[in-house]
């Protein structure tokens, strides 16, 4: 998997492209959680380009949201798709995440 | 509602067979609790599922249960099931390895069992029953695992906060085998329910072992007679 790191504001926005399996959970942990955990931070993760996630990678969006709770900060997923989405409902994590539609709309609303 | 604060794991935290066994355990007689049909073998399955999948051995979708690494973990019991896995001329559900290790129960007892004597949490006991039937009990040496867990498990079923992924996978299969129920019974708890029902759903494998067990239970109920009919 392949994490493209942007800005918009006081937004970071990491753009994920490829399967977020064990090793692509590997590769978003190392991405996602110095920014999360070196102080009240403002992260959006793009799933436009992913369409397959596994068991590990909902444990790092597990400790990812845990760790911005810590910290006060905001954490935002935005365009998944609609197979992608259902196993968040599945697993009951779209009670727990911020699942945005539109990423653009959300940060405008979040501004 | 005031936010009881998530209690860190104070040391490295014991294996999920071992932990599942210990809490099934009643603290007082050293015998099991009561549970489901097979509850404890699902729940055991579950747990060295997911001892794999946090050795970062395995991983799953909804669909199957992948090896990611064939690399021994020197855990024998956790290294024996990798390989019975990694066999496997393709990949299977987590429901069909499921059934697989829960038709080793008596094996991941055993050890388990053992592995907590080995570590002074428990103690063996033989006892007579009728004076013939040898009865084996394994009381409580040192109860701090047990009230580290339950303190940790109690904050996070009362409060807010979030589980750590290991957490989240404990209350699923505590949650799957009935045995949260019989741990947590209190009323606070009870009232609780529509929280640990979010956390028990966030873990795959224990999904799967809750289901498993209400499968078997509901195939029992229709084959039993009503009674008086």
């Known amino acids: 998997m392949q994490v493209t790191s942007s800005a918009r504001g006081a937004w ?25 955990s070196a102080g009240p931070a403002s ?13 590990a990678g ?30 968040f409902e599945i697993a009951g994590l779209h009670t727990v995440l911020r699942l945005v539609p539109d990423l653009d709309a959300a940060l405008a609303a979040e501004c | 509602m005031s936010t009881p604060a998530s209690t860190p794991h104070p040391h490295a935290p014991l294996p999920f067979v071992e932990e599942i066994l210990l809490l099934a355990l009643d603290d007082s007689t050293g015998a099991l609790r009561p549970m489901p049909v097979m ?14 999948a946090l050795a970062n051995r395995i991983d799953t979708d909804p669909e199957k249960l992948v ?32 059934g697989v290790f829960a038709s080793e129960r008596a094996t991941l007892e055993r050890a388990a069992l053992e592995r907590l004597v080995a570590r002074g949490i428990l103690a063996e006991q033989e006892k ?4 013939v039937f040898g009865v084996r009990r394994y009381p409580t040496v ?15 079923i009362l409060g807010d906060d979030l589980p750590d992924p290991r957490d989240a996978i404990l209350i699923s299969l505590l949650t799957a085998s009935h045995l949260l129920s019989r741990i947590f019974d209190e009323p606070r708890y009870h009232a609780r329910g529509e929280r640990i029902a979010t956390l028990a759903r966030m873990d795959l494998v224990g999904r799967e072992v809750a289901a498993a067990i209400d499968t078997l239970a509901r195939v029992l109920r229709s084959a039993t007679p009503v009674m008086g009919m």
């Open chain 1, 43 to 55: 992260v959006a993760l793009d799933f436009a380009k992913v369409a397959y996630i596994t068991s």
């Open chain 2, 142 to 156: 040192d109860n701090q695992e047990r009230v580290e867990v339950r303190t940790r498990l109690s904050a996070l």
């Open chain 1, 12 to 36: 970071t926005i990491l753009s994920l492209e490829g399967k977020v399996d064990t090793a692509g959970a590997e590769i978003l942990k190392a991405a996602l959680l110095p920014l999360l």
């Open chain 2, 39 to 52: 509850g404890l073998d699902y729940a055991l399955a579950g747990a060295l599922l997911a001892d794999l």
């Open chain 2, 67 to 98: 090896v990611i690494d064939r690399a021994p973990t020197g855990d024998p019991l956790l290294d024996r099931a990798l390989g019975t896995i990694a066999s496997s001329p393709a990949p299977q559900s987590v429901a069909h390895w499921l």
């Open chain 2, 128 to 131: 007579k029953f009728l004076w």
């Open chain 1, 58 to 87: 909902f444990r790092v969006l597990l400790l990812a949201e845990k760790e911005q709770r810590k910290n006060n900060g905001r954490l935002l997923l935005a365009h998944l798709g609609p197979d992608l989405r259902n196993f």
